[in-house]
Every structure is written in structure tokens, then in C-alpha cells.
């Protein structure tokens, strides 16, 4: 947008006298469809547009004043350092004041400025985010959900009919780019299956509900709403605007950060991602729900950056390239709604054969779901996932309803489309039979990786295990090797062997290539 046909405040806004403090000059202006910010050095001011999109009002003093209130209220859970207060901005003539004598004429929300190198988004870019980063994402997020409201009323928000009302407004808004960045195909494809899901699974809705899943969430959870600043991972810019888009299921919010990786072409740190949340939070059956809000994530980016190019003070060449961006997003929300054949692959091996290691690995490259039992068995018994548990998380009883739950979960995703690994030791015949029996019931592929190494090797790692969910202490070992259970004739159909002292790239070739 060129400076002439900004607004007199905006304009105004870009002068350093406006401030009361000093400022870096020149003073950046960023502006979405909803809002401009103003980058001043220390501070980032936000005026929200008066614009009426239907899924948002700002068209009235009174509603942007509101919503700058409830924005600052509600980034302070996920990012308190950086939203400080609402401030009124006045006109004495044609010059406006920040904090002015007279009643406001506009309001803007201060904020804390951080530098760009900050933003995760940024930080990919650089090619500076790693997987440690994803995976401490994901236990931050988790640790949000934790503590985010729920009521009766938010509840309510889950039912079927108000999903389905948000997504539904999705694809009224965007029938008239059908024939531009939106295919016909494409759009009518993407709606038969949000259509076809409503129908089959409402008992899945419900019981969202009745578990307490959906929550007063962040509704607009990506990497440029995410940043490192001070080492600590801050999530802002939630959606303060349209309650349907904050009270949802916390599998709604983690879709966006998941669909964010994957449309920059990094699918592993999406699995990254999803497998500590969800490892973190126990909720795997919410993993049903995923394609849905995948979709539905990628969907509504693919809406807002077509919005674009409805505005005339957009250049040419931006409304060119968010063309190109919307029809992406189009493409990978129909992309989420295709079919998929699920599979089941069941670790095997003593602690410390490298199950996990290798779990973690083959996930990133299949995108798969893990499911180990060291997590499965703390959350039956709620206990903390990095505290040691006592004897009664591993007698019998515990072990069997383990494993059940391992095999419920995994057969369960599985018929949904999902690569499951269920990481445990499967040492007993009877447990492996259970996985393999429900799974050519339900005509699931199945393999068994048994891992293997040296027996000095399987200490060596043990010793020097830190920090892990993993209870397994050395002296275990020898009894764990012993009780071990040969495979039988028709498990060793399933079988291959990998021998984790080998580089890892030779194991997952040998178990991806068959």
C-alpha cells in the first residue's frame, strides 16, 4: 500500500514525534487485512481496521476497543512479557495524540517489541529451527491446553452443528475464487468430505464434549505467531474476534502449527511436533479428528490470503504471489481429505535395543504416530510422564491393561488411515498376537521390528540414558533378556530383524523397501 492512501492516523502513526519515546527510524509499517502494526524499536502498536469480514466486526469504535481489551487479556497466557496495555488515541484537529485530553477516536493495543530473528517463522527460514525447538514446541503447547479454560458454555462450541458452521462459512466465502487460485474439483471434493464426516462420526464430536477437549484454545496457532525471545517460547496473536475460532478442540489448534510445517515442506517436524503433544497430553484419540482440521486449517489460510485480492490498496505483484500462495493452500486442503491405508508396526527388543530411537526415526520418515507404553502406562496410572513410578505400575495386571490400550489405540487409528507404531517390548507371544490378530481382522498391514545389539551394548545405553520416560534401569536387563519369548513360526512372517548398532539409515532403508 503506498503512503497516500493509507489513513491520516496510520500516516501520522509512521512520524516518530507521535511517541512518547524514543523510536528506530524509519518506523516499519506491517498491515494485514485486519490490522496495521507499527514497529517502533521498543514497542509494536496494533490498530485493528474497521472492517466487517462476517467472521469479524471492527466496524464500530466500540467493538475495536473491545477486541484490543480481549486481546490483551487473552495473550497473556501464552505470551504475558509481550502484550503490555491498551492505550486511546485522540484528535485535537487534523493531529492525533496517543493518550490524549479529548474521547477517543481510536484504540491501539502496545506491545512489547521483539526482533524478527525471534519469530520461528524467521528462525525456519534461516534454516536456525531444530527438532529440539519442534519438540519443546509441542510441550509448551500441551502445557497451554492444560491450563485453558473450559465450561458448559465452550463446551457447547464442539457440538457438530457449530463446527460444522465455521467450516461451512469457509466455502461460501470462497466459492467466488472457484476459477481462480480454487479449482472446481477441488472445492467441491474438499466439501463432500467435511459433508461425509459430520454424518459418520458425531459420536466422535460428543465425546470431545464430554471429555473436556474443547477449551478457550489460541485458534491461529503457526510460526509467525510463535517466537523464542529470552529462551522461552512464546505463542501470541491468538484469535480474540470470533469465539467459534477460540472455543474449539485442542486438536483444531495444533492442526494449524501442523499444517504451517508441513505447507514449508518439513513433514518431520510436523511428526515432530504431533508425536511430543501428543505423547505429552495422552489424547491419541483425538488423532481421529486431525484430517478434519488439517483440512479445515489449510483451508481457511487459503480464504484469508484470497481475501487479498479484494483489495484495491494491495500492489499488483503482492496480489500476483498471493494467488499463487492461496491456490497452494486450496490444494493441500483437498490433499488432507484423500484416503489414506493404514498400517501397524510393533517394536520389539529389551530396553536399550533402541526401539525408541528407532521409532522416532522410521515416524519422521513415514509420518507416523507413535505410541510407546512407558507413556500409555503413566497416563493410565496419571503419572507425571518424567517421574519415576513405583511398583505397582509394572505388575501384571498394569503390563496386560498396557498393552491392551496399545492395541486398542493402534488398531484404532490404523482403521483411520494412520501409520501407527506402538514402541514397547513385546516380549510375550500372546501380546503380539493380539495386535496381529485384530489387524489381519481388520485387513490392517502389519510388521514386527525386532531390535537387536550386544548385550554389552544394551548397558552401555542404559547407563547413559537421562532424562527419558523410560523406567528400564540397567540391572533389569539380564531378567528382560531371559523372559523374552521366541517369535513363532507365523509371527516370523511378520518379522525383520534390525540391528541397531548399524547406521540408521540402512535400518529404515531395510524396513521401508519392503
Known sequence: MSEASLPALIEQMLQPGFYPHPVKEPIKLIQTHISYVLLTGDYAYKVKKPVNFGFLDFSSLEQRQNFCQEELRLNQRGAPQLYLEVLPITLDGEQYHLQ???DAVEYVLKMQQFPDNALLSHMFDQGELTEEHIKALGKVVAQYHAVTETNDYILSFGKVSQVRASIDENYEQTEKYIGGPQTQAQFDETKSYTDNFFAKFPELFNSRIKNKYIRECH????LNNICLWQDRILLFDCIEFNEPFRFVDVMYDIAFA?????ARGRKDYANAFLNTYIEETGDWEGLQLLPLYLSRQAYVRAKVTSFLLDDPGIPGDVKDNAAKTAAEYYKQAWEYTKPRQGQIFIMSGVSGS?????????SR?????IIRSDAVRKHLAQVPLLERGGDELYTP???EKTYNRLSELGILLAKQGFTVILDAKYDRQHLR??????AEESKIPCKILQCVAPEETLQERLNKRTGDIADATPDLLSSQLDRAEEFTVQEKTYLTILDTTQPHAAQLEKVISQ
Open 100 to 102: 490524549g485530553e479529548s
Open 219 to 222: 485458534g491461529d496457532l503457526h
Open 258 to 262: 501442523i499444517m504451517d510445517l508441513e
Open 354 to 362: 533402541g526401539k525408541s530411537t528407532t521409532a522416532r526415526l522410521l
Open 365 to 369: 520418515e513415514l509420518g507416523a504416530v
Open 397 to 399: 495386571q498394569m503390563t
Open 433 to 438: 498376537g493380539n495386535v496381529i490378530s485384530q
